[in-house]
């Protein structure tokens, strides 16, 4: 068998302006929101990245028309003659966000039909909340172990009150998803505050949907019947912009890294600078002046919004490796999250684990090695580490970097990085 990889010669410098693309986790639900419509939608902005595809798989088997110009980075959906058929192909395993599928058919239909949904290993990632939100509004639940499916399915779908016990990103979209068109009120406590989340409701909102408070703990939501097309640009990629944040911090002299809300950013920015790292907002901007090779230790956790992001824990813990002395990553979000530190110690990192936590001695030298992207964002945490190690690193697994970054090959090496991909025997 061969398979592809990234190859990186590392250890030259990055200069230049790079665009971010369209919210990944925005989108993977902003896609399956569509089928709530009863008329065309049309979304901007939307990422060229292997998630996208299989979501328009799954669109496609619903009988919606599907048309996607990559060029411009537009999807427009007909769901007019749609058909509410069991998703059990494997497309539903390609990603973790098919599940928006479940809220959504649930809302339209009052029945769904849905294979489990893959996506990223970060631990055990169960959907219970999504679930007791669901039967809450009066759904009864049905799994056949045998084939992994779940079988939902309501007479009607009351508007109620639900208590997340976690402030869930996924549960919350889920549960919005099904109550946009359920009888009466629907009231989420302890909701996510992720921009994400506020991405999904602006749509909703635009297709008829009557939404409040996204964006605090409280959302409400009042049912209404008919759902219709609208047309939405997705927001910028605060994880895509954070990886290029810490890129740019590793190994950039002057980089720019542009069509960003630094808003969404903050929580990243402030440990950039407390490690020593000069950047400037202006306007969709952030300029960032590289390292002067005498980084700071920090201390970083986890936390849901505004808290520092999950998603970049792993790619800052490569830059952590050049950090003068010891410094500490805890999660509280994905307590087993750290399956990059095994790689990077494959290529000259010092980095031993703790209970949910991950120590950094630095400052250490990267050499290039052949490593393994096993999940998204190590993948990510591997190109940080490449693009700073001596001589040439080899990420293999690399269909998980392309389901959430949108041409990082080309985006990099227009900055001047060197980068190749080839199909190698395992
Ligand atoms: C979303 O995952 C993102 N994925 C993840 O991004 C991100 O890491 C995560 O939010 C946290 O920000 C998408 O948006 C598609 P959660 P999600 O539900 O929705 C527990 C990336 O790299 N939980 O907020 O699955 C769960 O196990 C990815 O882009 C339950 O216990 O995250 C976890 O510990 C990977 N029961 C915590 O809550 C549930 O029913 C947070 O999960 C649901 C979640």
Redesign the pocket.
């Known amino acids: 068998m061969s398979e592809e990889v990234i190859a990186i010669e590392g250890g030259h410098k990055l200069n230049g302006t790079v665009t971010i693309s369209g919210a990944?986790?925005a989108t993977?639900?902003l896609i399956p929101s569509i089928v709530l419509s009863d008329e065309p939608v049309e979304i901007y902005n939307v990422p060229e990245i292997s998630d996208v595809d299989a979501l328009t798989v799954l669109l496609e088997e619903l009988n919606c028309v599907v048309e996607r110009d990559i060029s411009v980075g537009e999807i427009g959906v007909d769901p007019r003659n749609m058909k509410n058929i069991p998703l059990v192909s494997d497309a539903v395993d390609k990603?973790?966000?098919s599940y928006y599928f479940m809220g959504a058919l649930l809302g339209k239909y009052k029945e769904v039909t849905i294979r489990m949904p893959g996506?990223?290993y970060?631990?055990?990632?169960?959907?219970?909340?999504?679930?007791k939100g669901f039967e809450a509004l009066g759904a009864d639940i049905n799994y056949d172990e045998e084939t992994g499916t779940y079988h939902l399915k309501a007479d009607e779908l009351i508007g109620t009150e639900i208590y997340l016990d976690?402030?869930?990103?996924?549960?919350t979209i889920n549960i919005m998803l099904a109550a946009v068109k359920a009888k009466g009120r629907t009231v989420i406590e302890n909701a996510?505050k992720?921009p994400?989340i506020i991405d999904v409701a602006n749509l909703l909102t635009k297709m008829g949907a009557r939404i409040r408070g996204v964006g605090t703990d409280t959302i409400t939501i009042d049912g209404v019947e008919h759902m219709h097309g609208a047309y939405h640009e997705i927001i910028p990629d605060r994880?895509e912009a954070g990886t290029f944040l810490i890129i740019a911090a590793a190994i950039g002299e002057k980089m720019v890294i542009q069509n960003i809300i630094p808003q969404h950013l903050d929580a990243l920015i402030s440990k950039l600078k407390e490690m020593g790292i000069k950047m400037e907002k202006i306007g969709d901007s952030i300029v960032v002046y590289g390292n002067d090779g005498n980084l700071k230790p920090v201390e970083v956790k986890t936390q849901?919004?505004p808290g520092f992001?999950?998603?970049l824990q792993q790619p800052l813990t490569t830059l952590l490796t050049q950090g003068n002395g010891q410094s500490k990553v805890s999660e509280t979000?994905?307590k087993e999250r750290f399956k990059h530190c095994a790689q990077l110690n494959k290529m000259g990192a010092d980095i031993e684990l703790g209970e949910a936590c991950a120590y950094i001695k630095g400052k250490t030298p990267l050499h290039g090695a052949r490593v393994m992207a096993t999940?998204?964002?190590c993948g990510a945490a591997l190109v940080v580490a490449g693009l700073m190690a001596e001589g040439k690193t080899e990420i293999t697994n690399v269909y998980h970097i392309d389901r959430?970054y949108d041409n990082i090959d080309h985006k990099l090496i227009t900055l001047g990085a060197h980068i190749t991909r080839y199909m190698i025997d395992d």
Do not use: M, Q
Not at 166 to 171: D, P, R
């Open positions: 990944k986790n993977v639900a990603l973790r966000a996506g990223c970060l631990g055990p990632r169960p959907i219970d909340l999504h679930l976690f402030a869930s990103v996924g549960a996510a992720e994400e994880i849901i919004y992001a999950t998603d979000i994905y999940d998204l964002r959430g």
